[in-house]
């Protein structure tokens, strides 16, 4: 292999590995824990808390979560309780977005009029520069807890997260709906 196709592979290689890094970035990132201790077997009907939101500057974006969790917890077969005093769980949730930068640094690869052997043993001069990329984003986070309604007690925590981008910002609806379908997907744990 030549000096210059050498060169043209670790090219290929480095953008096919920028670009997958890009891809990953705007993906969901979705998970949960839960209480090894709790029953969710006798989880029938709920209640979702109501609270002030602070830090979240859209108040649609709350009203939005809101309706998308008890939309999500009705089409999984759970009723709304009429009364939250007689509710088997309650529901909580927070959402909102923060700015984020991410500080990548990584070598550059020597350049130079290359490597080769000799009667000494390999010649060349070894240099490796620095690069820094800095990359400035808003991320959108939404948390949802479970607490059992007779204990009060937290059995259950699903969270998302996801690079915004313009669109999520302008028409937040169907990213919340998506995030919150995907974070209840993991409720109750083991599918039952």
Not at 2 to 29: D, F, K, N
Not at 100 to 105: F, I
Not at 150 to 157: C, E, I, N
Not at 162 to 170: G, M, T
Request: hydrophobic content about 35%; some cysteine.
């Amino acid at each position: 292999m030549s000096y210059r196709s050498s060169l043209t592979a670790l090219w290929l290689i480095s953008v096919t590995l920028c670009l997958s890094a890009l891809a990953a970035c705007t993906t969901l990132s979705v998970g949960s824990d839960y209480d090894r201790d709790a029953s969710f077997a006798g989880y029938h009907t709920f209640s979702v808390m109501q609270r002030a939101h602070q830090d979240v500057h859209n108040p649609l974006v709350v009203t939005r979560a809101d309706d998308a969790i008890r939309a999500e917890l009705i089409r999984k077969g759970y009723q709304q309780a009429t009364d939250a005093s007689t509710a088997d769980f309650s529901v909580d949730f927070t959402i909102g977005s923060k700015e984020r930068t991410d500080v990548n640094a990584y070598p550059d690869p020597y350049f130079g009029t290359g490597w080769g052997w000799g009667r000494r043993g390999w010649w060349g001069g070894q240099y490796w520069g620095n690069n820094l990329d800095v990359r400035q984003y808003r991320e959108g986070t939404l948390s949802i807890d479970i607490f059992d309604a007779k204990t009060h007690r937290p059995v259950w925590h699903g969270w998302a997260k996801k690079e915004l981008n313009r669109s999520d910002i302008q028409n937040s609806e169907e990213p919340i709906r998506t995030a919150v379908a995907a974070v209840l997907a993991r409720f109750p744990p083991g599918g039952g």
